[in-house]
């Protein structure tokens, strides 16, 4: 197994943790899907995945409580795209990047009475929406997107999933497999969240890395401004655990607790087991 690769998603959603990593980490970067394969395999450390993968892979992997990809609300990139209401949609394609989204998009829509049929299609706005009425895009592709025609944003899940929960959303979770070696991981979790700390607290590196993103992804720096100050986020909270026990219990079927991972044990505990 792999101790000195982290992996991250190929998005800007990522880049608060990464910008600045000492070099003695090798970055794997993939599409949010792949990872899961990639840390399952052991080629590499720690990796954020979907949600959905975690709760599939609950006997093999645990979750890091403290980062990972998360909104308030509107996350502004796991968007779906459509020429008519989403009342209206027999069918939407979904992309084959995703795992979370491609879970958690029926649900929030079967939530509201409505059962859409779902078609796989690769992550190509024009072609999904030539076949299908809706498209559900995620990432940077779905900021660009929604920038160039935001009157066919039909729904953003973070927002859908807060009003209906009335809580956070968890897209992505950092998580290692279970047997990791625990000094490694835990090297890793403290130098992702130094890198978090720098930008969350000093201004100019936050705009070093608000900077880099904008040239990267080719979006405004205002764009890229707006997406980290109120949309996506990096930091864990304890409603965001619950959160994402809720998504794994609920939309997953996953029976009993997320598996956390706890600094200094050589195996995953729960949380509530732990304080207990």
């Known amino acids: ?70 909104s308030d609300g509107g996350v502004g990139s796991v968007l779906l795209f459509g020429d008519c209401p989403v009342e209206e949609m027999r069918d939407i394609a979904v992309p084959t990047d995703s795992s979370t989204s491609r879970t958690l998009l029926p649900w929030l829509l079967s939530e509201r009475g409505f059962r859409p049929r779902l078609i796989e299609m690769g992550p190509n706005l024009e072609s999904m929406l030539e076949r299908c009425d809706g498209a559900l895009l995620i990432g940077d592709r779905a900021i660009h997107h929604a920038h160039l025609q935001p009157d066919l944003v039909r ?39 130094g890198a978090l700390s720098r930008f969350e607290n000093e201004p100019l590196f936050r705009q070093e890395v608000i900077a880099r993103s904008a040239k990267v992804t080719r979006f405004s720096v205002g764009r890229m401004e707006t997406y980290f100050g109120s949309e996506v986020r990096n930091r864990l909270t304890p409603k965001d ?17 997320v598996p956390w991972w706890v600094d200094n044990q050589s195996e995953p505990v729960n949380r509530r087991n732990a304080a207990s």
């Open 1 to 70: 197994m792999r101790t000195d690769v982290i992996g991250r998603v190929s998005f800007a959603n990522c880049d608060p943790l990464f910008h600045g990593l000492d070099p003695k980490w090798k970055v794997l970067p993939a599409p949010p899907s792949w990872l899961t394969g990639h840390l399952l395999r052991g080629e590499c450390l720690i990796a954020p995945i979907p949600m959905a993968d975690l709760a599939r892979n609950a006997d093999t992997l645990c979750a890091i409580d403290s980062i990972g990809i998360a």
């Open 155 to 193: 729904m953003d899940l973070g927002d859908e999933w807060l009003d209906i929960t009335d809580m956070p959303m968890v897209f992505g979770v950092f998580c290692a497999r279970q047997d990791a070696d625990t000094t490694a991981v835990s090297c890793a979790i403290s130098d992702l969240e």
């Open 241 to 257: 655990r619950a959160s994402m026990q809720r998504f794994a219990t609920d939309v997953c079927g996953l029976e009993g607790e």
